[in-house]
């Protein structure tokens, strides 16, 4: 299946972009680089992606095996290499999960099926740089 993305340049170092969905995202550079800093750096769009990406696998696969979490949230931290091109040298992702009574088990499994199995972006990356993560689980919150 082929799928395609058009990203349009708008002014000084500001591009917008769409994908197949048409859904469209601004990037910009900051301003020590030219850039009016109004948008997102391609760079942190990946880790963003990549948390986007396991954090619906995680939700989906949570959903099936009926475990009652009342959020999720994805804290992601990368190394960068100082020398051009710039890559990522190591991803840490770490999944917390709120709930009462969520089993550590199902959520351990939920996260090892999406790293392992279904997350694309995840599998992209790991062919660039390690990609490692973690987990804990919190109370649910107060307005729960």
């Known amino acids: 299946m082929e799928v395609k993305s058009h990203t349009r340049w708008v002014e000084g170092m500001k591009f917008v972009g769409a994908g197949w969905s048409g859904h469209e995202v601004v990037m910009d550079?900051?301003?020590e680089s030219g850039g009016?800093?109004?948008g997102a750096r391609p760079m942190e769009l990946?880790?963003?992606?990549?948390?986007?990406?396991?954090?619906?696998?995680?939700?989906s696969?949570?959903?099936?095996?009926?475990?009652?979490?009342?959020?999720?949230?994805?804290?992601v931290s990368a190394d960068k290499s100082e020398e051009h091109p710039s890559v990522f040298t190591a991803i840490r992702l770490e999944y917390v999960v709120r709930g009462r009574g969520v089993d550590?088990?199902?959520?351990?499994?939920?996260?090892?099926?999406?790293?392992?199995?279904?997350?694309?972006?995840?599998?992209?990356?790991?062919?660039?740089?390690?990609?490692?993560?973690?987990?804990?689980?919190?109370?649910?919150?107060?307005?729960?």
Do not use: H
């Open 29 to 31: 550079a900051n301003t």
């Open 36 to 38: 009016d800093d109004c």
């Open 46 to 59: 990946l880790l963003v992606g990549l948390a986007g990406c396991t954090g619906m696998d995680v939700v």
């Open 61 to 75: 696969l949570l959903r099936k095996m009926r475990v009652p979490f009342t959020g999720i949230e994805l804290s």
């Open 104 to 144: 550590p088990e199902k959520v351990k499994k939920a996260i090892e099926l999406s790293q392992e199995r279904y997350c694309s972006v995840s599998a992209m990356l790991k062919k660039a740089c390690p990609v490692e993560y973690s987990f804990r689980i919190e109370g649910p919150d107060k307005s729960d």
